[in-house]
């Protein structure tokens, strides 16, 4: 695609913390997953991480309710913004 700048936003305070560098990541799982985090973002000039509250998030909250049913995208359906 050829994109050289994402914004990218997640309802985790503690996973925005970890990638902007504010917290450290402890959990050898998280560990894994930011080393992933940070070979990707040198594939753009810019990425931003912004936190977004969840309950400022209602799309973020509704999918987050799906996965923990077991009723998301991967099962056959999806979510569309009304």
Known sequence: MGARSLLAKSDSLLVTG??????????PQMVA?????????G??????????????NARANLLAKLASLGKG??????????
């Open 43 to 56: 594939s753009f000039a810019v990425l931003e991480l912004v936190h977004v509250p969840r309950e400022q």
């Open 18 to 27: 970890q990638v902007t560098g504010e917290y450290q990541a402890r959990d």
């Open 33 to 41: 997953y930011l080393g992933y985090v940070q070979i990707l973002k």
């Open 73 to 82: 995208a991967g099962r056959g359906r999806s979510y569309r913004k009304p």
